[in-house]
């Protein structure tokens, strides 16, 4: 994932300063920041002042310029809006960011040192398959989208197809980057939260297999030592449980066996549960850094989630209503039309990788809590005689559940950015799409000479 971050179109956009974790920085640093938008916005003035219009084309009709025009605006509002919030946001926040990922990665190499590592699980392939085919298509996308655009607008404008394209295909992709680096980010905290999930599951794997020795024989001298307090304390709780078992179990050897049979783990050296203190801070610390991101990111979601909205709504509008009755008739049409289809997958695309990252980690910071329920119902042996693992253990998931309410990855309180979102928004689409494709074009289209 750190191609997201590291790509040099990141610094070919304009949406990244220039040496990011050096803490001296320079107006160099930050030049092409300056140096694209104003580049963008005097192309911008060329098409709507300027002969550089699609709208000017003889050929360009009624809707055509509607399209086109609300393409180019849309664009200019998404670019504007979220560079002015790039902008904003400095060095501080990924030197920060860098910081606190290497300080929770040491103490996670720390934390996996102790205790028996449990045998790991085969990855899902399938999964990993199809994060990075959902990229691949992006990436496809985007080129086919840029290949597709500098072929019409050579066709139209020769050498000066530079001036559109940087009207028409610029605000998308540079915003499209913007949010590829947010995904970023929230990719390195949801993988954090899974190495942090494989710790805790380490203990609850202990507290299965191992129990600590009721009695230890020296073999030299063929007698018993004493039984530490709290080695007494388990044993009394295993006497219990068995009692228990007698009353409602006919036989008891079955769970006798089951309970000798299991590995004998010595009270020397550390074991996994030492860790526990420790992983309820890097908890924390992984969530200040989710609300930390959150922050410089979750403003950039509003006119990025806003604009796909609106160009998937009309795309499907033109789609329906006008290419699939008039399509080839018109090639400045057609193109116009495509523009927006194309989009309108990319932009649908992006969203659904924020909405899937962001959904991944909150569900991880989650089942941080469940395994920890899961350890406490359990009753292991490092519980017993020592009330302090059960009272952080009880605080940690009641302070999670707190936090729940608190904090979820969002755009400024306005949505959350879950899976909830999507049904939210097609909802609302259908809405607008059923009172638009009421809408009779026959009459428009044949005053135009397409029909």
Known sequence: MGFL????????????????????????????????????LICYGLINLGPFGI????????????????????????????????????????????????D???????????????KEKKSNRKKICIFYSTWIVVIGLFA????????????????????????????????????????????EISQRFQRLNELFERISYESDSKHAPLMIFNVEIGTKKDMPANQELRHRHFAENMATINEDNDDPNDDMDRFYDTEIVPDEGPTSESNMPKLFELHDKILSLSVLTNAEYGPQCVPFMAVCFVITIFG????????????????????????????????????????????????FSKQSAMIVHEIMQKKPAFMLGNDLYYNKMKSFTLQFLHWEGYFQFNGIGL????????????????????VLLQFDMSAILKSEGLL
């Open 5 to 40: 971050e590291e790509a040099p179109g990141t610094l070919l956009y304009g949406v990244m300063p220039y040496e990011r974790l050096n803490p001296r920085s320079n107006l160099f640093h930050y030049l092409q920041m300056y140096i694209i938008p104003i580049l963008y």
């Open 55 to 102: 709208y000017q084309q003889i050929s360009c009709d009624s809707v055509c310029r509607l399209g086109n025009s609300l393409l180019i605006h849309l664009g200019c509002f998404l670019y504007i809006s979220m560079h002015a919030l790039n902008l904003w946001r400095r060095k501080k926040f990924f030197m920060v960011f860098q910081r606190s990922l290497q």
């Open 104 to 118: 929770i990665d040491d103490c996670l190499q720390k934390c996996a040192e102790v205790g028996v590592a449990k």
């Open 144 to 187: 086919a989208s840029m290949l597709f655009d500098i072929n019409e607008l050579v066709y139209y404008y020769h050498e000066y197809f530079f001036i559109s394209l940087m009207v028409s295909n610029f605000p998308y992709s540079a915003a499209s980057i913007m949010l590829g680096q947010f995904i970023y980010f929230v990719s």
């Open 316 to 363: 499907i509008f033109l789609l329906t209503k006008v290419y699939f009755i008039v399509g080839g008739k018109s090639r400045l049409l057609d193109y116009v039309i495509l523009l927006f289809l194309v989009w309108s997958v990319i932009t649908m695309a992006v969203a659904y990788m924020v909405l899937r990252l962001c959904s991944n980690a909150n569900s």
């Open 415 to 434: 949505f959350t950015l879950d899976y909830t979102f999507i049904f939210s928004t097609v909802s609302a689409a259908t809405s607008y799409l059923i």
